[in-house]
């Protein structure tokens, strides 16, 4: 037979080179990415909704994805209940502390130097001693104290924290010490001595609140747990009724601040500038106090 001419024999032709994973050079492959159509060897794929994808293009695409945020704005956590965590344990550090100092577990106040010089009192800080507005919410009356507002602390601020972001919820959390603090030093006796992370914790649960509402859900379970425990605080003599108040009233106002102003103009910078606003009113506040017990001492 005679060779029209178009090409050799069958059989002459020379074979195309087999392709190569572009990130491994020396394995042939008859694979290729569907997305940028590269060869890639088996190794260097991955499933994808339509075909498969190789390693490059899935790490271009989670680097442009953006990343996962909660209702308010917060970047998404892996580590839940992180900042809840390490405030726990610095309440039961101070417990530690003050029982060390006094040498008894039940009767932790007594003799300890810690305690004395971090309680709220009202004298006191007024002469100077103004560690107490936030080192006094790290102390607790024995260990039932410190186990009750720890378990309360660790139901609700992990959710809280998961939600509000590890920044905002520690601005919420401080701004409610503010806010109990000031309440005490208006609204309690002057010789009070008062202690606990309680208002705080109260604080906690006015943002549970305020977050409910902006998730459209009904906050009537928080406002019933907040119900009983008003209750409580007045019926069983030696609870602070106001610091549970103060704290309740100023968490919520600065996570009102938190959840409601982005959405409204669009800016964080304004959320933050409202929580500011909360604890600037909370140290104006303690700061008039202050002033006016001096005078009373003739300071």
């Keep these: 037979m005679t060779n029209p001419g178009w090409g050799g024999a069958p059989g002459d032709q020379p074979t195309p080179p087999q392709s190569r994973c572009v990130r491994h050079p020396d394995r042939p492959t008859g694979l290729a990415c569907s997305r940028c159509g590269r060869p890639a060897c088996p190794d260097c794929l991955r499933p994808a909704a339509v075909g498969q994808h190789c390693v490059d293009c899935i790490q271009a695409a989670n680097r442009s994805a953006a990343p996962v945020r909660t209702v308010v704005g917060a970047p998404a956590s892996s580590r839940y209940g992180l900042v809840t965590y390490i405030i726990m344990g610095l309440n039961v550090l101070a417990f530690a502390v003050t029982a060390a100092q006094s040498g008894s577990l039940m009767e932790n106040t007594r003799g300890s130097a810690l305690f004395q010089q971090w309680a709220l009192y009202a004298p006191l800080v007024a002469t100077g001693d103004v560690q107490r507005v936030i080192g006094s919410g790290f102390l607790h009356y024995g260990p039932i104290h410190l186990l ?99 704290g309740l009233v100023a968490g919520a106002a600065a996570t009102a601040a938190v959840v409601f102003l982005p959405s409204r103009t669009r800016s964080p910078k304004v959320a933050w500038a409202g929580v500011a606003a909360v604890a600037v009113v909370a140290l104006a506040i303690i700061a008039v106090r202050i002033l006016d017990i001096r005078a009373q001492m003739g300071i």
Excluded: C
Aim: aromatic share 6%.
């Design 148 to 246: 009750v507002n720890m378990f309360a602390l660790y139901i609700i601020g992990r959710d809280l924290e998961a939600i509000l972001g590890k920044a905002r919820y520690v601005a919420v959390y401080v701004v409610s010490l503010l806010g109990g603090s000031a309440s005490v030093l208006v609204l309690e006796s002057p010789g009070a001595v008062t202690v606990g992370a309680s208002g705080a914790i109260f604080g906690l649960l006015g943002a549970q609140a305020v977050v409910l509402l902006r998730l459209k859900r009904s906050p009537t379970p928080v406002l019933v747990i907040i119900g009983l425990n008003i209750v409580i605080s007045i019926s069983i003599p030696g609870i602070s009724l106001w610091g549970h108040m103060g």
